[in-house]
């Protein structure tokens, strides 16, 4: 069931998709810098596209931006849950580590007696 409903939301976008390009075929000269600055810059050339193609490439730049800038806000924590990784790995070991030590029987007489009086 959830895969007719997934099926039918990415061909209900992709009509939707097809709908805006149809209606956007218009050319249209995208330019970086208006007309008179970047005449004296010489930067004045642009590129002639039809509409549809700046609408959905704003879109896909602005999910990519969306996602880097999300990665990059989420770095920090990524760093910080693998040091509490790595802090419970160690911590783990010691206490592994202590656990053994407790079940060895002292090989001291002494000792011996000592660890006796202590688990009554």
């Not at 592994?96 to 000592?114: M, N, R």
Request: charged share 20%; glycine share 10%.
């Amino acid at each position: 069931m959830l895969r007719y409903l997934r099926l039918l939301f990415i061909g209900l976008l992709g009509l939707l998709l097809l709908t805006l390009a149809l209606a956007n075929r218009g050319p249209v000269t995208l330019r970086l810098l208006p007309e008179d600055m970047g005449g004296m810059l010489g930067l004045g050339a642009g590129w002639t596209m039809p509409l549809f193609v700046i609408i959905l490439g704003s879109v896909g730049l602005g999910i990519l931006v969306g996602f880097v800038w999300e990665w990059l806000r989420e770095l920090r924590l990524r760093q910080a849950a693998k040091q509490q990784t790595r802090t419970v790995a160690r911590l783990e070991r010691e206490l592994a580590v202590l656990k053994d030590s407790h079940l060895v029987p002292p090989q001291d007489q002494v000792l011996a007696i000592l660890a006796e009086d202590e688990r009554r």
